[in-house]
């Protein structure tokens, strides 16, 4: 997770894609966090929250 040019550590990233399931992952020293059964064509809602910093939410409405 990147605000600007600053990267979030110990960010919670909760998923959702429909038909897959829902996740959550804490991003790592550089910010990243991977998830699986993402596509570039998958629809999905994250929440992202990490302390210190106002909780985000993401939704991608991609047409399969």
Known sequence: VK???LVISNATIAL???GVGASSKVTDATGKATFSGLTANSSYTAIVSATGY???SIHSNKKQ
Do not use: H, L, T, V
């Open 3 to 5: 605000n600007s040019s």
């Open 16 to 18: 959702n894609i429909p």
């Open 54 to 56: 106002e909780q985000k």
